[in-house]
């Protein structure tokens, strides 16, 4: 496409934007349990607008833009509250999960040769369900990565990570939870072992850090995965996740700042002056950090804990129907996170007839399930969903696959 000539007026754009997302995922309907992250009309309100504040402003200068280090500081100062950071505990806004993990694994190899002097090929330790965000940024950084098979309940095998661990291993990973099965790891025994051997341990909690505490004040039983386990060094929590906070916003916790500092990008060799980042990106949208700071101060902890409660709530009620339905549940989630797998019938084949009645959700491959990361508005889609969930397995059950023509979204 050739750029136009002549410009466009804004109210042509407009509509014709609109008109491109007409064949998007309904995600403002419910149908979309994935990506997008819906709590409600009103929390979509209060994104944009502080979004737009500070749409122009650029994180990366501190000493210009005062305010937007003020928000950052108390949006970290807020996450680390919830997740049981000691004192002396700091961290970083990021522009996402694949950000916060990266520079973890930044901060731990730094670590590893400027502090242990380590040499030649590091390695990561993490369980097979970990996210592949790990892998991207050990290819960066050209460390081995090790997946360890998960245990039969699904969960990180600690006794085979342990072993897999050897004298260039500066990483050992657990997710809270995992991205395929939201099921939490065993955090604390992995704790153990990352005390015992040395070692740097990361929880991924990009799914899981800002609704799991929520979830626990609700009565829910959830075990240990944060700073309150004495070996977990740094921890990434998404807050475009259930933070409901605007893409992209995530954030990288540390249990001292010494080791943050490993994270640290300093360079002075050059012509412009001294260049500091903390984060991969140079600039930073002061939109994501305003809107964060706006969210979390909006919603306040009643306000997450109501929206965690319509989560669960929402994930109970699918387990219950599609149970019924003859499906099982993989382990015992206690998240916003179900995948749910079949005895009999193909996964493939109710998921496709699922997409044409308009769900875009996701797939486990191993074992073959179907996966659905829920939102507090699916609460008042559930009945929908598992009526759709019981026609599209009675379709594939009788081989009447055909039976749908309609447009996925109709």
């Known amino acids: 496409m050739m750029m136009p000539k002549a410009g466009k007026n804004w109210d042509s754009l407009e509509k014709e934007m609109l008109a491109r997302g007409e064949g ?25 607008k502080a979004y737009t504040l500070y749409m122009s402003e650029n994180g990366l200068g501190p000493a210009a833009f005062p305010s937007l280090n003020q928000m950052e500081q108390e949006v970290i100062a807020m996450a680390l509250s919830l997740l049981h950071g000691p004192e002396g505990s700091c961290g970083t806004i990021t522009s996402g999960g694949t950000d916060s993990i990266t520079m973890a694994i930044k901060a731990a190899r730094d670590l590893a040769r400027n502090e242990k002097h380590l040499v030649g090929q590091l390695n990561i330790v993490i369980p097979y369900s970990a996210h592949p965000a790990f892998d991207k940024a050990s290819m960066l950084m050209e460390l081995e990565v090790r997946r360890i098979p998960i245990g039969t309940d699904y969960l990180a095998d600690v006794d085979a990570m342990a072993k897999a661990v050897d004298d260039h291993t500066i990483m050992l990973v657990g997710s809270a939870p995992s991205f395929p099965y939201g099921l939490i790891d065993p955090i604390i025994a992995l704790g153990k072992i990352a005390e015992e051997k040395n070692l740097w341990l990361h929880v991924d909690a990009c799914v899981g850090g800002y609704i799991a505490p929520f979830v626990r004040m609700n009565g829910i039983n959830i075990p240990d995965f944060d700073f309150s386990v004495t070996g ?51 600039t930073r949208p002061g939109g994501a950090i305003s809107a964060a700071w706006a969210i979390m101060n909006f919603l306040g902890i009643d306000g997450y804990k109501a929206k965690q409660k319509a989560v669960c709530d929402a994930r109970e009620i699918i387990e219950k129907g599609a149970s019924e339905l003859g499906f099982e549940i993989l382990g015992h989630p206690v998240l916003g996170i179900v995948a749910f797998s079949h005895p009999t019938l193909s996964i493939f084949a109710i998921y496709k007839q699922m997409f044409l009645r308009g769900w875009v959700t996701s797939l486990t491959t191993e074992p073959k399930a179907l996966h659905l990361m829920l939102s507090p508005f699916h609460l008042t889609v559930t009945d929908t969903y598992l009526e759709d969930l019981k026609l599209s397995t009675a379709q594939v059950e009788s081989g009447d696959t055909d039976a749908v023509t309609e447009s996925r979204y109709s």
């Open 232 to 282: 977990v060094k740094s921890i990434s929590a998404d807050l475009h996740k259930y933070g409901y906070c605007a893409k992209g916003a995530s954030t990288v916790l540390f249990r001292t700042e010494a080791l943050k500092q490993h994270m640290v990008f300093d360079c002075k060799n050059w012509p412009g002056g001294r260049m500091v980042t903390p984060t991969l990106a140079g």
């Open 24 to 48: 998007d995922a309904k995600w403002r309907e419910g149908k979309t349990a994935v990506y997008v992250f819906n709590a409600g009309e009103e929390v979509t309100e209060v994104q944009k």
